[in-house]
């Protein structure tokens, strides 16, 4: 599903235009982003957490010539699932 069938799929469920659709999605996502960006948390009860975590910097090889090579620090984003969101799945 891409971000077009996102809106329109939340639209038909919420009984919302496509264009209000798209700007609550907009507006999660842009809220989302910035609590990310400052460490934040951010926890939706049954659905999952989406959350910061800092990955070390690292030697690796590269795979064409076997030389190692720097990783750098990072951070990158996790999302833990929810118990419910499992559940319904499986």
Do not use: C, H, W, Y
């Not at 939340?10 to 264009?19: E, N, V």
């Not at 507006?27 to 951010?42: G, H, M, N, P, W």
């Amino acid at each position: 599903m891409n971000k077009a069938q996102l809106i329109d799929a939340i639209a038909s469920k919420a009984g919302l235009t496509k264009a209000d659709s798209k700007k609550a999605l907009d507006a999660f996502i842009e809220t989302t982003t910035e609590a990310l960006k400052s460490d934040d948390r951010v926890a939706l009860v049954g659905f999952g957490s989406f959350s910061v975590s800092k990955r070390d910097a690292r030697t690796g090889r590269n795979p064409q010539t076997g030389k190692p090579i720097n990783i750098p620090a990072k951070k990158v984003i996790k999302f833990k699932a929810g118990s419910e969101l499992g559940d319904s799945v499986q």
